[in-house]
């Protein structure tokens, strides 16, 4: 199983960003598929998630801001990232969770800065 991620970039404060994973392989069906982000001196942390069911949930500091979607036939996931702020600025991964194990997406590193 492979998660592709892309869609990173440099953004000024209050732009926008939509970032994609995109899963290819040998599974069936997905559990739960997440963002996560490692900003630069902090752990990483988890973004926001959503489920088989289509359930989601946020981290405090992005709901609101960011929304989680995704598209079952090309079974890809994406971010969508408004109001960006520098706060934001992270490598962002991706991560699917399935009966059969956790993977994890290589990176996408999103810079907001003037």
């Known amino acids: 199983v492979q998660l592709q991620a892309s869609g990173g970039g440099l953004v000024r404060p209050g732009g926008s960003l939509r970032l994609s994973c995109a899963a290819s392989?040998?599974?069936?069906?997905?559990?739960?598929m997440a963002w996560y982000r490692r900003a630069p001196g902090k752990q990483r942390e988890l973004v926001a998630h959503i489920t088989s069911g289509g359930g989601t949930n946020y981290a405090g500091s992005v709901k609101g801001r960011f929304t989680i979607s995704r598209d079952s036939a090309k079974n890809t996931v994406y971010l969508q990232m408004n109001s960006l702020e520098a706060e934001d600025t992270a490598v962002y991964y991706c991560?699917?969770?399935?009966?059969?194990?956790?993977?994890w997406g290589q990176g996408t590193l999103v810079t907001v800065s003037s």
């Open positions: 392989g040998n599974f069936a069906r997905y559990d739960v």
């Open positions: 991560k699917m969770m399935t009966l059969l194990g956790v993977y």
